[in-house]
């Protein structure tokens, strides 16, 4: 069975510094993608970075960056320059064979 | 584009009634999908759909159904609604197209529906 681990209920970050969100996985599939998903009050899921599995390089999107271990199961999100904006539920999120597999978030606050 | 539609927004069922919850998407999605989300939890696929007329099961099916009659729409059926259905449903789509190494399936959510079940 595929499972994703998001180990930190609550993040909190002040404004413009980093914080690093943490994504642990199993899975059995070679061939499979990681995402990153946003969640604001408005509760509209938001894609922020995806990696494919087969990729080595480690994904970037703006001040968004992953840190993609694939023998350790690990994706980690690095958020840079922390904004208000930011602040949300985020989500890690597995997909193979046609199934999306969920942690279960780490809410970020943002500390102006 | 629409994106994808869900319809009502929020709902209040009483124990034992039935309802449908509407979904539908504008951009020629194969896929489809529901997840319902609870408080402390990710989301949880509840059933998916290929292409017209194929569905399956994903992992917390017991109490819904679905079908898949066209490409742009996916209702979910509640056909007696109980309390532990109370949750947040989201419907998303997906292009199926995976045969090309580097293409990835990013999928586009709906606004949500959120069911109380009294």
């Known amino acids: 069975a595929q499972t994703v681990t998001q180990s930190q209920p609550e993040m909190s970050v002040q404004e413009a510094e980093t914080v690093t969100l943490s994504c642990t996985y199993d899975?059995?599939?070679?061939?499979?993608?990681l995402f990153w998903y946003k969640q604001p009050p408005s509760r509209q899921m938001i894609l922020v970075i995806r990696?494919?599995?087969?990729k080595q390089q480690n994904a970037t999107e703006n001040r968004f960056s992953v840190n993609f271990q694939k023998a350790a199961k690990s994706f980690s999100l690095k958020i840079s320059d922390s904004q208000l904006g930011d602040a949300a539920m985020y989500f890690c999120?597995?997909?193979?064979?046609?199934?999306?597999?969920w942690g279960a978030g780490t809410k970020l606050i943002i500390k102006p | 584009n629409a994106g994808v539609t869900q319809t009502p927004k929020f709902q209040v069922l009483k124990t034992g009634q039935s309802m449908t919850l509407q979904c539908a998407q504008d951009?020629?999605?194969?896929?489809m999908s529901w997840y319902r989300q609870d408080p402390g939890m990710g989301l949880r696929l509840i059933h998916y759909?290929?292409?017209?007329?194929?569905?399956d099961q994903g992992e917390v099916p017991n109490g819904y159904n679905v079908s898949r009659s066209t490409t742009e729409d996916f209702p979910l059926r509640l056909l007696s609604a109980a309390p532990s259905q109370t949750s947040v449903y989201f419907c998303?789509?997906?292009?199926?197209?995976?045969?090309?190494?580097?293409?990835?399936?990013?999928?586009?959510f709906g606004p949500g529906t959120r069911l109380t079940v009294l």
């Open positions: 998303a789509s997906s292009p199926l197209d995976r045969i090309e190494r580097g293409s990835y399936n990013e999928q586009f």
């Open positions: 951009m020629n999605h194969e896929y």
């Open positions: 759909s290929v292409g017209a007329g194929i569905t």
């Open positions: 899975t059995s599939e070679s061939d499979y993608y």
């Open positions: 990696q494919e599995a087969y």
């Open positions: 999120a597995l997909e193979g064979n046609y199934q999306l597999i």
